[in-house]
């Protein structure tokens, strides 16, 4: 018996302490809300769910959010902000609209996870000296990320504006109605995959020094251009023959209606070959 009751105390401390480190926001899970997010020094996956809460988890040990004891009575002083959520973060709210501001200098890098109500819009930026792969899952609505590592999203059948310095894009289940695509990336891949197409807005994926993949439904229908400086390009879709590789100082250009033609859809490389090939 002895054992069970120190068992379950265990259990009960442990619920305590990773509860002590979650900070919750109540807010109304509609379109016109929007979650804004900035300078998180570490990791941040960003879960979507149909829920009416911002829920902010600190990753890491107890001591990590602890004052040390010679600072006992005293409160941590940030130079950007206050910290009004016990994690190192600053929260501003008016209504529907929240910012959240991560305080931690980047020689204190913590890893953090946010669980989001997916109706709301959603922008992610982090500066250059912060080594933050973002990664996006599950959202309804708009997403935004600058960033300078690595972006990931999945099923997002919201608008995406993905931009990022020395990191790669990857985008898994998109393309659906009304969803406009921009991606940018500098020294980074792009790899994208659709597993619908009812988009009728313009989609263009842009990398410099890097190769861009695209996976696309078999019928969807788009006006088509592929360009690659210093690449080559790669397609199992019908293209004209007449527009498969034209070259015009050095550069490799096609531009072709695919299945009656449509949305317009841009594929840009610098330095890279462009992949287009139909989802099996």
Do not use: W
Not at 122 to 130: D, I
Not at 213 to 241: H, Q, R
């Amino acid at each position: 018996m002895k054992k069970y009751i120190l068992v379950l105390a265990i259990f009960i401390v442990r619920v305590i302490y990773v509860g002590a480190q979650d900070y919750k926001i109540p807010v109304d899970n509609t379109k016109d809300g929007k979650l804004t997010i900035e300078d998180f020094t570490g990791d941040l996956p960003i879960q979507g769910y149909d829920g009416k809460e911002i829920v902010i988890t600190g990753e890491g040990d107890k001591e990590d959010f602890a004052v040390p004891s010679r600072a006992k009575g005293l409160k941590p002083v940030f130079s950007r902000g206050t910290d009004n959520t016990g994690l190192g973060i600053s929260l501003e709210k008016n209504g529907n609209q929240i910012k959240l501001t991560c305080l931690m200098p980047i020689t204190n890098p913590r890893d953090f996870k946010i669980k989001v109500p997916n109706n709301l819009s959603l922008k992610v930026v982090s500066g250059c000296e912060n080594a933050s792969e973002i990664t996006v899952q599950d959202m309804k609505n708009e997403v935004e990320v600058q960033n300078c590592q690595t972006i990931k999203i999945k099923n997002v059948t919201g608008s995406l504006v993905l931009n990022t310095i020395s990191g790669d894009i990857s985008v898994d289940k998109c393309g659906a109605k009304d969803q406009t695509i921009s991606l940018a990336t500098v020294s980074g891949d792009i790899n994208i995959n659709f597993n619908e197409f009812n988009t009728k807005n313009s989609i263009s994926l842009t990398t410099i020094s890097g190769e861009i993949d695209v996976t696309l439904t078999p019928k969807a229908a788009i006006n088509l251009k592929m360009n690659s400086v210093s690449g080559e390009l790669y397609s199992d879709f019908e293209i004209a023959e007449a527009n498969k590789k034209m070259r015009h100082y050095g550069r490799n250009q096609i531009s072709s209606a695919i299945n009656g033609g449509g949305t317009e859809f841009s594929l840009t490389s610098i330095s890279g070959n462009v992949y287009l090939r139909k989802a099996k």
